[in-house]
């Protein structure tokens, strides 16, 4: 029986350091769950860091595309100003041009009419040499 009683105490011993082992084992476990645990939660505040920077470029970006937007639209308001402006000019230049080519008729003509006078005028002249000779006879 003292057999028996010593087996029993030196399995009990075994299991004793079995257990303590195991323990051990889970100490060492828990202890690097913690520190899994933190380091996710770390990388899960930089994440959500990167997150809060991504959207607030997104936003950037966003109001970046509205101001090209808006001044876009006042570039394309201001090319159909030019644009129209522009009409205007060429009618006005058409305008001018018929004037001006109507002008250069006119003066033309009068150029004509003053040479006709002159003409008329040297041979009134003639005339009245002629008669002016013939009354000096």
């Known amino acids: 029986m003292a057999d028996e009683v010593r087996k029993l105490a030196e399995e009990s011993s075994q299991l004793t350091?079995?257990?303590s082992q195991l323990l051990a084992n889970v100490n060492k476990n828990t202890e690097k769950s913690s520190q899994s645990m933190t380091k996710v939660e770390q990388d899960v505040e930089e994440g959500v860091k990167v997150s809060q920077l991504s959207a607030q470029g997104f936003h950037d970006i966003l109001?970046?595309?509205r101001d090209i937007s808006m001044?876009?639209?006042e570039l394309s308001a201001t090319a159909e100003q030019i644009s129209a402006s522009t009409e205007e000019i060429s009618q006005t230049v058409g305008v001018i041009e018929k004037e001006a080519k109507r002008n250069s008729e006119e003066t033309e003509h009068m150029s004509a009419n003053v040479e006709?006078?002159?003409a008329a005028n040297e041979e009134m002249k003639a005339s009245g040499e002629d008669l002016k000779s013939c009354l000096d006879r």
Do not use: T
Request: hydrophobic content about 35%; glycine content about 0%; aromatic content about 0%.
């Open 17 to 19: 350091d079995q257990i």
């Open 71 to 73: 001044k876009a639209e």
């Open 116 to 118: 006709e006078s002159l």
């Open 63 to 65: 109001e970046s595309i």
